[in-house]
């Protein structure tokens, strides 16, 4: 008899409104698998209760009766259920120091963690993800914090008139609106700002795709990193209103060695060997977004030395807005010191003293780090997710939990994203025992 799935209410902010399954899979699912859900009621979900209850689950506070719990941010300490199967965004795999307590309990109640964000094919590409979504409501802010930044400093711009991503009613009424802004810059320009504005994207990734997604309702030239000093250094009217540069490794690095050539798996075995030049590229920007994934084995894309260099003089460097999709705190971008909402989402960074002021007006760089940046667009994100969770759940609810890690009948690319089971790290996490004693210290 396959096993029950609750879908627990997410409450980590009031912005949360995503779910990792939509009604209409419910409903296929218990038809095709015979799988029950029980979901809890929430009065902010995007999809709602009423929703569930027509597609057959049963809607109630009390979650016991799953074995399977299904969420999408963090679930509280508290609410993790002994011995029971918890999938959810963990952040926990880099050992991050604020949720190793819930790894902790996690473990204490001899429960089993799936993290999403591994699981993976055979050649560790990402399966389910709202990295895609990150990228289409992190370009909608920046490009919007890019207008209210120039407003500031007295210059209009169409890209002032942007919303906030959650304020469209859906990802096609954005794209309506922001394809309707583009056909004003291509017939008339940026309005009162001169030259080209030039919007450089560090990575090309999943995240990186929605942001290029986006960019393509404008008119965008896009750009060889080559070719970018040129163009930064081209007179007005002779580029085109917005332009694009896409950042690779090879771009953002280059070896320690004089002789040594630049070869990506070795980046990645070895990035010690290798330095930081980011900052080469930084004066003919604009607009940077930064959608790389980043440990701090890693140099950095911008770092506090480089900003205060730049900022501290008598005429700043053009990059005025740093979209930190990625938001890593003092992470690729140094300056990112903080995360922010979605009714909040940008900060003034004053390089020297590394404090933050609200808003967008100032002589630092603006900072965009909203870090739950789907839920600014959760219908669409939340039916992305549960296409591909979906054809995942049938194995879960059929799978013996009962039995030891080396018998789980799973698939592997779910099996190789269980970190805990049934009180213990699996072999390929057992790295995070030494975090998980760190943070106990």
Known sequence: MAAVVGIRREDKNEWERRVPL???DVASLRKEHGIQFIVQPSPIRVFKDEEYLAAGALVQEDLSGADILLAVKE???PLVQPGKVHLFFSHTIKGQAYNMPLLQGILERKATLIDYERISDEQNRRLIFFSVHAGYAGTLE???????????EGVETPLAQILPAHEYPDLDAAKRHLTGIGATIARDGMGEHEGSVIIGIAGYGNVSRGCQEILDCLPVIPLDVADLPAAAAARPGTLGPVAMVIFHEENMVEPRAEEAQFVLQDYYRHPENYRGVFADHLPHLDIMLNTIYWEDRY???????????????????????????SCDIHGAVELTLKATMPDEPCFVVDPDRMEASPGVAGSGPVIMSVDNLPCELPRESSLSFSSALK???ADLANTDFGTGFESLMLPSYLKKAAITHRGALTPDYRYLQEHLDRSGR
């Open 22 to 24: 939509i009604p209409e």
């Open 75 to 77: 679930i509280p300490l």
């Open 142 to 152: 920046t490009l919007r914090a890019w207008g209210l930044r120039r407003r500031s």
């Open 299 to 325: 140099p950095r894309l911008v770092t506090r030395k480089w900003a205060r260099s730049a900022y501290g003089r008598d005429v700043p460097p053009r990059l005025r807005v740093i979209g930190d999709i």
């Open 391 to 393: 054809d995942m759940v």
